[in-house]
């Protein structure tokens, strides 16, 4: 049997970039880092084209990527 098969796979997560105007990928679709008031959202679109606002948290629960899928 090869050890490396056997081996779980470990992901680390990658912090998110806290750059305002920063761009990441989502299910396809591209989010920009805005600052309002002091907190930080991600802004979009879904796939219905309507406006979405993504805490950090949901965002990197929801997956990103610095390249589109």
């Known amino acids: 049997m090869n050890d490396i098969a056997a081996r779980p796979v470990i992901r680390k997560s990658r912090p998110l970039p806290t750059v ?5 990928w989502s299910k ?3 989010f920009v880092l805005e ?3 002091g907190t930080a959202r991600w802004v979009g679109l879904d796939a ?3 406006p979405r606002a ?3 948290t949901a965002l990197d629960s929801q997956g990103w ?3 589109r899928a």
Request: with cysteine.
């Open 48 to 50: 219905y084209g309507r």
């Open 54 to 56: 993504l805490t950090p």
């Open 28 to 30: 396809g679709h591209p």
């Open 65 to 67: 990527s610095h390249r």
């Open 35 to 37: 600052r309002f008031a």
């Open 20 to 24: 305002p105007c920063s761009v990441v």
